[in-house]
């Protein structure tokens, strides 16, 4: 039980509580349990989230999941991204070959 950081599991009245809600499935409590009473199980495909393509994904739908971002500032960002990696290339042509 010390072993889930969610603490997904308790003790009470002498047993062992499970709470699926705060579960991750990291695993640490299955591989330490004394008795092998607990065992990881894959959720179908259909209820597996979406894994993000890399960090900006990933921060993106944290963003718009505890409404930091929304969608035109979203935009905004994009737009502002685009402009700056033209500018950063036209900037390093004028400045012509380095010495």
């Given at each position: ?5 969610m603490?997904a599991l308790k003790?009470?009245?002498?047993k062992?509580l499970?709470d ?11 591989s ?5 009473s607990?065992t990881l199980?894959r ?5 597996q989230?979406e894994?993000?393509?890399?960090i900006i994904?990933?921060?993106i ?7 930091k971002i ?7 960002m994009?737009v ?5 990696r033209?500018?950063t290339?036209?900037n390093?042509f ?5 010495s």
């Amino acid at each position: 039980m010390g072993r889930c950081q969610m603490e997904a599991l308790k003790l009470e009245a002498g047993k062992v509580l499970f709470d699926v809600d705060r579960c991750i499935g990291c695993g640490p409590c299955v591989s330490t349990c004394p008795t092998d009473s607990l065992t990881l199980v894959r959720k179908p495909q259909s209820e597996q989230p979406e894994t993000p393509k890399d960090i900006i994904d990933a921060s993106i739908r944290l963003g718009k999941a505890r409404g930091k971002i929304t969608t035109p500032g979203l935009m905004k960002m994009v737009v502002k991204s685009s402009v700056d990696r033209i500018a950063t290339k036209v900037n390093l042509f004028s400045l012509g070959p380095q010495s």
